[in-house]
T-cell receptor, first 108, second 112 residues
Framework: SQQGEEDPQALSIQEGENATMNCSYKTSINNLQWYRQNSGRGLVHLILIRSNEREKHSGRLRVTLDTSKKSSSLLITASRAADTASYFCATDLGTLTFGKGTMLLVSP | DADVTQTPRNRITKTGKRIMLECSQTKGHDRMYWYRQDPGLGLRLIYYSFDVKDINKGEISDGYSVSRQAQAKFSLSLESAIPNQTALYFC???????????FGDGTRLSIL
């Protein structure tokens, strides 16, 4: 069963715009992680936010976590064509449970 | 060299064949995982191992088996492959709990 569910399923924007992806989950978690997958490649870890944290930044990435609403968001600022990829949230309860992902297309 | 290496990268085989997918890592991590990815379904956990003597079933272990030959090696077997096992298979590692996982580039498996 999928613990995390990303929204939207697909997102198309222009370079320079911001991209926001959301993740909802069902149970308590130890932490929530975001991963990126370029077409046909392995997943790459982007950021981990622990259950007692509310916001975390890494470069152009900003992740928020609201445990009361069981939701998280990933914001990519000033997007680039190279950000085109699928993005997955994963909830950690000892092992990771992944959502179905958001496909982001950034056009030049 | 990649930290997590999967072999083969691509495999086409026939129904009923036994197949082994291999994963090796140079990260020195104790924990290793096997996932499968189907279009539109994200990644699902097949088996995982927290150390050499530990093997655990994941969400979708039926039809699969694993062997943890060493800290660095974790192989996935399909004893008698069937077409609905056609998927992209990923191996991953992590150092310990509550840490990021590091993925290989996957094995694309097609069963005819």
């Amino acid at each position: 069963s999928q613990q995390g569910e990303e929204d939207p399923q697909a997102l198309s924007i222009q370079e320079g715009e911001n991209a926001t992806m959301n993740c909802s989950y069902k149970t308590s978690i130890n932490n929530l992680q975001w991963y990126r997958q370029n077409s046909g490649r392995g997943l790459v870890h982007l950021i981990l936010i622990r259950s007692n944290e509310r916001e975390k930044h890494s470069g152009r990435l900003r992740v928020t976590l609201d445990t009361s609403k069981k939701s998280s968001s990933l914001l990519i600022t000033a997007s680039r064509a190279a950000d085109t990829a699928s993005y997955f949230c994963a909830t950690d309860l000892g092992t990771l449970t992944f959502g179905k992902g958001t496909m982001l297309l950034v056009s030049p | 060299d990649a930290d997590v290496t999967q072999t083969p990268r691509n495999r086409i085989t026939k129904t009923g064949k036994r197949i082994m997918l291999e994963c090796s890592q140079t990260k020195g991590h104790d924990r290793m995982y096997w996932y499968r990815q189907d279009p539109g379904l994200g990644l699902r956990l097949i088996y995982y191992s927290f150390d050499v003597k530990d093997i655990n079933k994941g969400e979708i272990s039926d039809g699969y088996s694993v062997s943890r030959q060493a800290q660095a090696k974790f192989s996935l077997s399909l004893e008698s492959a069937i077409p609905n096992q056609t998927a992209l298979y990923f191996c991953a590692t992590s150092d310990f709990g509550n840490q990021p996982q590091h993925f290989g580039d996957g094995t694309r498996l097609s069963i005819l």
